[in-house]
């Protein structure tokens, strides 16, 4: 079994804004995300599609009249959450229209590029927002290899808990320091206690570290007291971007027994600005993940044969760091750790499925983060408390300076991208933060 694919997705098919046919931009043709995008200058809030180095204005090419009637009011407003609400089958319309107004082969004629291109912001030029105002902001824990590692380390005799094949394991977390890619991240004060100290102490933060993640946006919600049957679960998901939930595990391994993450995780979380749909992901959709023989099954309610066959996703999720000693010599970027999606123990449909499966009632625009993406190999695992053993054991970087945890000025880079032969390659874009030194 395959995702359904159309004509949007055909490998074959340029767009006439030259930049997107670069086999490296993360925005072709076949992507199309959308994002929040105020012009410098301007302060409207407007929506917008990434197409190569360029921002397609939708409010502006819905009054032109070049949108869909399905979808062109909300494509008109300040967020996402209108269009969120709509459902897939307004989002294909869009899509597909969007698709034909910028490919070479459907938008041949010099006039129409002209009036489309009338509402084009250049990309350097746009100042992107969060893409959709967050009511509630869910983060899960979905990858067994993360879950192994970390639970290794406070508890070496007994890393998974036994809930963990069974339920996937979440908690509520905050939408009020949800911020978007490029703002700075204040290093957290809070209370942390050594094993040896007698008291805790109140302190700045020490062991700051970054979690790579994938985001994934609530479409249509449910109803209070009504569920989302996991056969239409996907109905419900806008999208994916990056998120990066950045962590302060010395303030964690104190307050986070029994309740679970608190201020250690609450003062800011990072977010890429284009939600990427899941039918431009439709070419690199795989298995969900394979089960050790002596798993148990998901429960029924989590069970589903199109889930299982093509719940997972093929997706890159890379974490990169420039330290201020880096940036003053004008060095690159090193990259941290390179790991897959589909080696997610649960799948998005799952997820989403389990979080409204008591009733809780899901908002267009709600966010639900994976948990960090960590695979078996040790190049894989995408967080510092893994790559360093809780900073017991520091690693290199190429320019030889040692990283345990984050210093101040250290700027955190997460990268996404689905590529295999036959599909036109789609990137996620970026999602940064740089490290700003503890308020005194
Ligand atoms: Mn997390």
Redesign the pocket.
Known sequence: MTAPLNATHDPQRRSWVESANHPSNDFPLQNLPLGIFRRSGRDAPHIGVAIGDQVVDLAALAAAGFLPDSAKAACAEPTLNSLMGLGPVAWSGLRTRLSELLGADTCAAASRQTAVSACFVPMESATMMLPARVGDYT?F?ASVFHATQVGKMFRPENPLLPNYKWVPIGYHGRSSSLVVSGTPIRRPHGQTKTAEAAAPTFTVSQNLDY?V?LASYVGPGNAQGAAIPIGEAEGHIFGVSLLN?W?ARDLQAWEYQPLGPFLA?NFATSLSPWVVSLEALAPFRVPAFARDPGDPSPLPYLSHARDQMIGGFDLTLEAWIITPKMRAAGEMAARLSRGNFSSMYWTLAQLLTHHASNGCNLLPGDLI?S??VSGPEKTSRGCLLELTMRGAEPFALPNGEPRGFLQDGDEIILRGYAERPGARRIGLGECRGVVLAANP
Request: no cysteine; net charge negative; charged share 50%.
């Open positions: 983060d824990y979690e993640e939930d962590s995780k983060g948990g960090t």
